[in-house]
């Protein structure tokens, strides 16, 4: 499950196994760099798919003064 940055902690991805809560494993944290767009795409919609997560906003302004990201993604480094 992807869990949302907040204003102190960057999000990342955490599996619940069958023991719900008591085998939670997280499975990638996304770094503390990203923390605040992250943060301020949280109404965004979050995709998962091969251990990749993409993150984009609810909406975007047109706005071109601003020069925040589109999009987001995070995935774990190669072993």
């Known amino acids: 499950m992807y869990e949302t ?7 990342g991805i955490t599996r619940l196994g069958p023991g719900s809560a008591d085998t939670k494993e997280q499975v990638l944290r996304h770094p ?3 923390r605040s767009e992250e943060y301020l795409m949280a109404a965004g919609r979050p995709a998962y ?9 609810s909406g975007v302004d047109g706005d071109d003064a601003q020069h925040g990201p589109r999009m987001l993604s995070f995935a774990p480094g190669r072993p």
Request: avoid cysteine.
């Open 32 to 34: 503390a760099s990203a």
């Open 49 to 57: 798919a091969k251990g990749r997560i993409v993150i984009t906003p």
């Open 5 to 11: 940055a907040s204003l102190n902690r960057p999000g």
